[in-house]
């Protein structure tokens, strides 16, 4: 599967896992500040984090690349059975395979193997800007700045797809999108899917609910060039 988002963390952010698109007990994408999983100081680092079975516990990584607070950046994880690929702004940044220029930071201390499958759950929430923690139905750990065009996809994208929904609208026709949120309601309480969502990321209805109030700004003038 592939996650994408384009993200705009404050500068003032007081949150430590900052997630940007969770399915708890699943999968998560976040930007870890501090020393939060070992992530050696860094803020913003872009960092993901694993469950193969409902209950066995999470892997976390900590890839060791952060992403500039009050700036727009497009991140994107891709997984492809055991690998995972990270890109920042349309550029491969680290490997879960091969040898990157960066020294990634792994919870559990005593190793952790991407999980080759992943089994899906309907007891938690998927969550974009914020953490469904146990089984509740109040998401907690906020992100603190901005998000915008949420893409998720039942398959590992290539690089030239992650390019191309960089630079435009992505066509609901792409092979292996299954949701597709562009954040442009302006006001209201619902964020709506432009695409077709179906039950594998855990939700029967096709848009979310937005809680605490989030804001709408005019991001059409951002680059991340």
């Not at 139905?137 to 949420?150: A, C, K, N, W």
Request: net charge negative; proline share 4%; aromatic share 10%.
């Amino acid at each position: 599967f592939s996650l994408e988002a384009m993200v705009k963390p404050s500068s003032t952010s007081a949150c430590g896992y900052c997630s940007v698109i969770s399915k708890e007990n699943e999968f998560l994408l976040s930007l870890n500040n501090g020393a939060n999983i070992g992530s050696t100081g860094l803020n913003f680092q872009i960092s993901y984090a694993l469950m193969p079975n409902y209950g066995s516990g999470w892997g976390w990584v900590s890839t060791g690349v952060s992403v500039p607070a009050d700036e727009w950046s497009h991140i994107a994880m891709v997984k492809s059975g055991s690998q995972v690929l990270i890109y920042l702004n349309g550029s491969l940044v680290y490997n879960s395979i091969s040898a990157t220029s960066f020294t990634p930071q792994i919870l559990p201390a005593g190793g952790f193997s991407n999980p080759t499958t992943i089994t899906s759950n309907t007891t938690t929430m998927f969550t974009i800007g914020a953490r469904n923690v146990g089984t509740g139905l109040t998401p907690s750990t906020f992100f603190v700045g901005s998000i915008d065009e949420v893409h998720v996809y039942s398959t590992a994208i290539s690089a030239s797809q992650i390019s191309n929904d960089i630079s435009g609208a992505t066509p609901c026709s792409t092979s292996g999108l299954m949701a597709y949120w562009d954040f442009n309601e302006g006001s209201g309480t619902t964020n709506y899917n432009s695409c077709a969502l179906t039950a594998a990321i855990g939700t029967s209805t096709y848009d979310l609910t937005m809680v605490s109030a989030p804001t709408f700004t005019d991001a059409k003038n951002s680059s991340t060039v």
